[in-house]
């Protein structure tokens, strides 16, 4: 008999197929994510042994509480865990896995898209572009501010913060880091620590965020924070939106004491901040730092195997907590 399965969220159809094949399996229908009451009622009539969401869901201590006994594994396709109250998951015996390493090198590229974009104004072109051009535009117009051999900060210097590292220096870029704590100097790749995120700020041209939301992160880049950067710095956030003080970011790109900012990810999804839409200094996307075809498959499969690994009494192999 196969395990059952309730797969709450929107999968690439590999990975559906997959769970399908591998599983009894109620698989998520419509256009958006199953909530939280719909996984609970889901597995309750399924009487699910396993569930796997994304991000979107919000499993929270009330909707772990609900969850049928039957359900012993629940995996999130995403590496960020902050949709998931842990110490409740922890207190009912739940376990919960996540999907780091596959997402990391995809992750990165995005971020340094989203920087290279920010920089060099892409979403402005494209603008000009889509509106037919026909104008000659003049030598001192509509500039970008040069990326290669500046200096980057990164908050978080975890897989995705390296990562993002390793692409930075190939543009000859000076590379800064605050995480919680120092990297052994191996990891470091000649990128220098500060201990406070603070001090590390008026070095840098751009900052890039790689740090969990929680609430050691919160608004940690605030109107404090932003006054710190050096004058038309660039901000690239495709961690999570709970970092960011929105208002104190929106202040400083209409200032314009920020040249720009890339932002894949905000502070309430997917109902975001329009005011952001109005900037011509942004490029936004919905939260898909992770959206490579191979990657998203990766992600899916990462969870399946981790359900699988639970359910054969293997242990899992990404447990949020040993
Ligand atoms: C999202 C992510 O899951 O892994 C994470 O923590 O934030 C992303 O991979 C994905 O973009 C869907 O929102």
Redesign the pocket.
Same mark, same amino acid.
């Given at each position: 008999m196969p395990s059952r399965l309730v797969l709450a969220?929107l999968m690439p159809s590999d990975v559906v197929t997959r769970a399908r094949e591998e599983f009894d399996a109620v698989v998520v229908e419509g256009k958006d994510d199953m909530t939280a009451a719909q996984v609970i009622e889901a597995a309750v009539a399924h009487r699910a042994d396993a569930i796997m969401f %994304?991000? +979107?869901l919000p499993l929270t201590a009330d909707a772990i509480g609900q969850l049928p006994p039957s359900v012993r594994v629940g995996a +999130? %396709? %995403?590496?960020?865990?902050?949709h998931i109250d842990v110490a409740a998951a922890k207190a009912r015996g739940l376990i919960v896995t996540?999907?780091p390493d596959v997402?990391t090198e995809c +992750?990165a590229d995005f971020a340094f898209m989203m920087l290279l974009a920010a920089a060099r104004r892409a979403y402005h072109y494209d603008k000009i572009m889509r509106a037919g051009w026909r104008y000659r535009i003049g030598q001192g117009e509509l500039l970008g501010v040069r990326v290669t051999g500046k200096t980057l900060g990164i908050l978080g210097m975890g897989r995705i913060g390296r990562a993002v590292a390793q692409r930075a220096r190939g543009f000859n870029m000076t590379v800064m880091y605050h995480s919680r704590n120092r990297l052994p100097v191996q990891l470091e790749q000649g990128a220098r620590y500060f201990a406070s995120f603070l001090d590390m700020l008026p070095h840098c041209d751009f900052l890039s965020l790689h740090a969990p939301a929680g609430s050691a992160t919160d608004k940690i880049v605030n109107a404090e924070a932003l006054a710190k950067l050096k004058p038309g710095a660039v901000l690239v956030n495709?961690?999570?939106g709970g970092l960011v003080d929105e208002d104190a970011l929106i202040d400083a790109l209409s200032s314009g004491r920020l040249f720009a900012a890339g932002l894949?990810?905000f502070r309430s999804?997917p109902d975001y901040d329009m005011r952001f839409a109005a900037l011509d200094n942004v490029i936004l996307s919905?939260?898909?730092? %992770?959206?490579s075809i191979e990657?998203?498959n990766a992600?899916g499969f990462r969870a399946l195997d981790n359900i699988a690994a639970v359910l054969a009494g293997k242990g899992p192999i990404d447990p949020l907590w040993t």
């Open positions: 969220a %994304s991000n +979107t +999130t %396709s %995403s590496v960020g865990y902050d996540n999907t997402l +992750t495709v961690s999570r894949d990810v999804e919905p939260h898909i730092g %992770s959206g990657t998203r992600m």
